[in-house]
């Protein structure tokens, strides 16, 4: 049962999506060599209880962190470690928090150090994505459109979409309906209403699609061992078009990045 949000409730959901903006932001200064995803997490719990918050992913499913950090073959769902980080790794950042009652729950994949030109393209290709998807959920699309242009941008640069895991509804809970695949059929599924709230992210593989759970329980990897890059915002549909509630804004400010990616889908002023 897909739930439909008031204007009230999608502007708690951009409050909690805005501290997980934040809480990436501010990873973004500490995801450096040498670091731990230890570290990362425990600074991200510190922030978001800071802000009044709950970590959205401790304890959800039993979930032992924060945040869940996937480096390199990893795609999704890694438990932090105390392995520091290198460079030329990738690590996908995906942070959950909840206030007021509702969840916020994005993702932004950091290259540490230097990385491989390579890998750099796969993440411009799936941050691209993003958006690519983002553009589809319109009323009256449907939830194969955004699969569609998802899948067709990525596929045509010859990359793996995962397709066991999934985007999805949010609000009161971390996943509502519908489920927001990555792959699909154009005008397939279910229809977008006016008030839906859903998680879109694209899980993208340099090479095959095809992954497999490592013995923890968690941590999904691509089975041939090549990189994966996750990005992930919260979109709503407000007057009959996706408005972005989450920003990689905070990240791009501490990093140094010019951007306009997320212009078309804001209709608001954001106050950073
Ligand atoms: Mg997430
Ligand atoms: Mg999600």
């Known amino acids: 049962?897909?739930?439909?949000?008031?204007?009230?409730?999608?502007?708690?959901?951009?409050?909690?999506?805005?501290?997980?903006?934040?809480?990436?932001?501010?990873?973004?200064?500490?995801?450096?060599?040498?670091?731990?995803?230890?570290?990362?997490?425990?600074?991200?719990?510190?922030?978001?209880?800071?802000?009044?918050?709950?970590?959205?992913?401790?304890?959800?499913?039993?979930?032992?962190?924060?945040?869940?950090?996937?480096?390199?073959?990893?795609?999704?769902?890694?438990?932090?470690?105390?392995?520091?980080?290198?460079?030329?790794?990738i690590v996908s950042i995906d942070c959950g928090a909840l206030k007021n009652g509702f969840y916020g729950d994005?993702?932004?994949?950091?290259?540490?150090?230097?990385?491989?030109?390579?890998?750099?393209?796969?993440?411009?290709?799936?941050?691209?994505?993003?958006?690519?998807?983002i553009k589809e959920l319109q009323i009256n699309n449907r939830v194969g459109d955004v699969g569609f242009a998802i899948q067709n941008y990525c596929e045509s640069h010859g990359y793996g979409v995962v397709r066991e895991l999934v985007g999805h509804g949010l609000g009161k809970k971390m996943h509502e309906d519908p489920e927001m695949p990555n792959y699909g059929k154009r005008g397939k599924g279910k229809k977008f209403m006016e008030g839906m709230v859903v998680a879109i992210e694209p899980m993208i593989n340099m090479g095959t699609h095809r992954i497999k759970q490592l013995k923890d329980g968690w941590t999904i990897v691509t089975l041939d061992g090549k990189p994966s890059a996750h990005f992930e915002h919260d979109v709503a549909i407000i007057d009959g078009k996706p408005e972005i509630l989450s920003t990689f804004a905070y990240i791009y400010e501490t990093l140094g990045?010019?951007?306009?990616?997320?212009?078309?889908?804001?209709q608001k002023v954001l106050v950073l």
């Open 1 to 89: 049962m897909i739930v439909i949000k008031t204007k009230e409730e999608i502007e708690l959901m951009r409050e909690s999506a805005l501290i997980v903006s934040k809480t990436l932001g501010m990873l973004a200064k500490e995801a450096k060599p040498g670091v731990t995803t230890d570290k990362l997490d425990k600074l991200a719990e510190e922030y978001i209880r800071e802000q009044g918050a709950l970590p959205g992913f401790l304890g959800l499913y039993n979930c032992p962190s924060t945040l869940l950090c996937s480096v390199n073959e990893a795609v999704v769902h890694g438990l932090p470690t105390n392995k520091p980080l290198v460079e030329g790794d």
């Open 106 to 133: 994005h993702a932004y994949t950091f290259e540490i150090g230097e990385v491989l030109p390579e890998t750099k393209k796969l993440l411009e290709v799936t941050k691209a994505s993003l958006y690519i998807g």
């Open 257 to 266: 990045i010019e951007s306009d990616e997320e212009d078309e889908f804001r």
